[in-house]
């Protein structure tokens, strides 16, 4: 059995993943230090509790496992927080993936699937991004993990460290099985936020800002339902498998919806009124971040197959419904 170190296997996306590398035949192997994860999101193979920022931890579980391949997940992923406390931001994901980028190169564990964000990019006047675009990040969160695509390129320069970079849009969903789904605490995202205020579970949703650039003056987003976005690391993983070097990948659908738009679908899903009032901007918030997936799609074999709203919100609405997870 082949083991894969997964980081951040405890959170939204990493725990969706690690199914995805059980059903694909892998064994994933959790690295997680809890302070966003849940333990009971880890359902899919071992848990070794730890931080990237110690070296001598990681270096014990590359030791224990011989993983033939990392997939990096963990991360602090909040726009918000990020304008607040960049220290935190640069520290936790620059030091902490460079940690992990050198005990992986020490073990000798060579091909590396990182989680990227759209916040590299930054603001473009309305246009659909592609992996050539310029990345100009408007927030740490995005120059952190900018930063760490130029440390896994002089990596592989220096150490020949095959890496598959994908840059994620806007992650929705959850796993349509119910055995995980999204639960961050805080909550900071746009439809787990909805579906509690529609569940009375908090008070209105506040929008961020009607005074953009848009058709209806909300910034726009391009959503991927998780299930879709963890079915392309498993075809990167093979990608690397088969020698085939490096390479970016956008995760996105080509399809942006506005605050509103969102707000309306999840109306509509769930047959609930949508308690709602509009508010300032929120700081480090692009307008618009919309890309398409022809790369993904022509190199990888990329089919998106839930990525549609209402799907995304119906899944989430069930997860929200029936899962949580407790510490
Ligand atoms: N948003 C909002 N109110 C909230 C949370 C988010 O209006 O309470 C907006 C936010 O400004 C952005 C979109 O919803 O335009 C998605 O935000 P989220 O935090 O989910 O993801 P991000 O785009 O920051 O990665």
Same mark, same amino acid.
């Given at each position: 059995?082949?083991?894969?170190?997964?980081?951040?296997?405890?959170?939204?996306?990493?725990?969706?993943? @690690?199914?995805?590398?059980?059903?694909?035949?892998?064994?994933?192997?959790?690295?997680?230090?809890?302070?966003?994860?849940?333990?009971?999101?880890?359902?899919?193979?071992?848990?070794?509790?730890?931080?990237?920022?110690?070296?001598?931890?990681?270096?014990?579980?590359?030791?224990?496992?011989? /993983?033939?391949?990392?997939?990096?997940?963990?991360?602090?992923?909040?726009?918000?927080?990020?304008?607040?406390?960049?220290?935190?931001?640069?520290?936790?994901?620059?030091? !902490?993936?460079?940690?992990?980028?050198?005990?992986?190169?020490?073990?000798?564990?060579?091909?590396?699937? =990182?989680?990227?964000?759209?916040?590299?990019?930054?603001?473009?006047?309305?246009?659909?991004?592609?992996?050539?675009?310029?990345?100009? /990040?408007?927030?740490?969160?995005?120059?952190?993990?900018?930063?760490?695509?130029?440390?896994?390129?002089?990596?592989?320069?220096?150490? !020949?460290?095959?890496?598959?970079?994908?840059?994620? =849009?806007?992650?929705?969903?959850?796993?349509?099985?119910?055995?995980?789904?999204? =639960?961050?605490?805080?909550?900071?995202?746009?439809?787990?936020?909805?579906?509690?205020?529609?569940? !009375?579970?908090?008070?209105?949703?506040?929008?961020?800002?009607?005074?953009?650039?848009? /058709?209806?003056?909300?910034?726009?987003?391009?959503?991927?339902?998780?299930?879709?976005?963890?079915?392309?690391?498993?075809?990167?993983?093979?990608?690397?498998?088969?020698?085939?070097?490096?390479?970016?990948?956008?995760?996105?659908?080509?399809?942006?919806?506005?605050?509103?738009?969102?707000?309306?679908?999840?109306?509509?899903?769930?047959?609930?009124?949508?308690?709602?009032?509009?508010?300032?901007?929120?700081?480090?918030? @692009?307008?618009?971040?919309?890309?398409?997936?022809?790369?993904?799609?022509?190199?990888? !074999?990329?089919? /998106?197959?839930?990525?549609?709203?209402?799907?995304?919100?119906?899944?989430?609405?069930?997860?929200?419904?029936?899962?949580?997870?407790?510490?």
């Amino acid at each position: 059995m082949t083991n894969i170190l997964v980081t951040g296997g405890a959170g939204y996306i990493g725990s969706h993943a @690690c199914k995805a590398l059980a059903q694909a035949g892998y064994v994933p192997v959790t690295y997680d230090n809890l302070v966003t994860g849940w333990q009971d999101a880890v359902k899919f193979g071992p848990f070794e509790q730890g931080d990237l920022l110690d070296r001598a931890r990681l270096d014990q579980v590359f030791a224990k496992y011989q /993983p033939a391949a990392v997939m990096h997940f963990a991360a602090l992923s909040q726009v918000g927080e990020a304008m607040s406390e960049p220290g935190r931001y640069w520290r936790n994901n620059v030091t !902490g993936s460079l940690n992990l980028i050198e005990a992986a190169v020490a073990a000798g564990c060579l091909d590396f699937v =990182f989680s990227s964000t759209c916040a590299t990019y930054g603001d473009h006047d309305n246009v659909v991004l592609d992996e050539t675009t310029p990345q100009h /990040p408007l927030n740490a969160y995005g120059a952190s993990k900018r930063a760490i695509e130029d440390i896994l390129r002089d990596f592989e320069a220096a150490h !020949g460290l095959n890496h598959v970079i994908f840059r994620y =849009f806007n992650v929705a969903g959850a796993d349509p099985d119910g055995d995980v789904g999204e =639960f961050h605490r805080p909550e900071t995202h746009l439809v787990p936020l909805l579906l509690d205020a529609i569940d !009375g579970k908090r008070d209105a949703l506040t929008v961020f800002g009607t005074d953009y650039d848009t /058709p209806d003056g909300t910034c726009i987003r391009d959503y991927v339902h998780v299930c879709d976005l963890v079915d392309a690391h498993v075809l990167g993983l093979r990608w690397l498998e088969q020698g085939k070097g490096s390479r970016v990948f956008n995760l996105g659908t080509g399809t942006g919806f506005s605050v509103k738009e969102v707000i309306a679908q999840s109306h509509s899903v769930t047959n609930r009124e949508v308690p709602f009032n509009i508010g300032p901007r929120r700081p480090g918030d @692009c307008t618009k971040l919309v890309s398409g997936s022809t790369r993904a799609e022509a190199e990888l !074999g990329w089919r /998106p197959k839930r990525s549609r709203l209402e799907v995304m919100i119906g899944d989430a609405w069930r997860w929200h419904q029936n899962g949580h997870y407790e510490k």
